[in-house]
């Protein structure tokens, strides 16, 4: 069994489309220079209201990815 070290960053995506959209968002984004990511946890969801609708989601996550020893 292969022994591993992980690290977790803190990170928020924005979509005005859905929560889901946020978060990928926020994954795809971080992919551009973190690798091996491993999972992500939602710590935080909220939302932006204009003219009582919901016009954009905002949704932080804390991402897990593995070291490279």
């Known amino acids: ?10 990170l928020t995506g924005s979509s005005t489309v859905g929560i889901q959209e946020a978060i990928e ?3 795809s984004k971080a992919s551009q220079t973190i690798s091996n990511m491993r999972w992500f946890e939602v710590v935080e969801t909220r939302g932006h209201i204009t003219d009582n609708k919901i016009a954009h989601w905002q949704v932080t996550i804390k991402v897990g990815f593995s070291l490279v020893e």
């Open 1 to 10: 069994m292969i022994d591993h070290t992980y690290r977790k960053i803190e």
């Open 25 to 27: 968002n926020a994954i």
